[in-house]
């Protein structure tokens, strides 16, 4: 299915041919992003890296900022 994936830390905005039965860890992998620097919200929602990609057609990549 194809899927808008917008990354927050480039502002990289593409179309990729994703499954459905695809996680979000797996994503990660494949983009090469580590998991513990971003949240994933699939169609507004933020959700855990086990979740799968399921029907969603929008998928944020949001960087975590921490500070102290």
Not at 24 to 38: F, S, T
């Amino acid at each position: 299915m194809k899927r808008r994936v917008w990354i927050e830390r480039t502002r990289e905005e593409r179309e990729e041919d994703l499954p459905g039965e695809m996680t979000i860890r797996e994503l990660l992998e494949k983009l090469g992003i580590p998991e513990e620097d971003v949240l994933v919200a699939l169609d507004g929602t933020i959700k855990p890296e086990d979740e799968t990609l399921g029907e969603a057609r929008e998928i944020r990549i949001l960087s975590v900022i921490s500070g102290g």
